[in-house]
């Protein structure tokens, strides 16, 4: 099976890796690659992003979604158009949030929660939502009225 690592720590240099063993350690799987034989070779992998051809994933569930298949989908709260989806990224809650880029000077990071999710149409690249009123002011700007009210 074809694998790389996505080494955050040099420039997103991405690298051919396989997997020689495994095995759980406390709450993590230790992965053990084929050549990488001393521990500073094994920590230049350390938080590495691991990625597969997606030929090669394994067939999901109804209802589930393998969350790089989103980026390039555009986001629809009700009938309005928000944006298309840059990145998937994870914040301190538990819904990835979706990088959703738009007019706006940021991004919009929307969690990609069930209780927000009405329909994902990974044919059409849409996602659609009901989002909580006001969610979409989380990352705006503060006005000049409110500057001064710190």
């Known amino acids: 099976m074809q694998l790389w690592a996505l080494l955050k720590s040099q420039a ?8 020689e063993s495994l095995w759980p350690h406390k709450e993590w799987l230790v992965l053990k690659f084929k050549g990488v034989e001393s ?21 999901l569930e109804s209802g589930w979604t393998y969350l790089s298949d989103l980026v390039g989908c555009t986001v629809f709260d009700g009938e309005r158009e928000i944006g298309p989806i840059e990145d998937v990224t994870f914040g301190a809650g538990e819904a990835p ?15 990609f929660a069930e209780a927000y999710l009405e329909k994902v149409d990974l044919v059409r690249k849409q996602i659609r ?9 989380v990352n705006a700007p503060l006005k000049e009225n409110k ?3 710190r």
Not at 12 to 19: L, T
Not at 46 to 53: D, I, N, R, S, T
């Open 97 to 111: 949030l979706l990088v959703v880029k738009s007019g706006a000077k940021l991004p919009y990071e929307i969690p």
């Open 12 to 19: 997103n240099e991405r690298r051919e890796v396989q997997i």
């Open 39 to 59: 521990i500073s070779g094994a920590e230049a992998l350390v938080g590495a992003e691991l990625q597969l051809p997606s030929s090669e994933r394994a067939e």
């Open 147 to 149: 500057k001064d009210r």
């Open 129 to 137: 939502m009901l989002l909580p009123e006001n969610l979409l002011d």
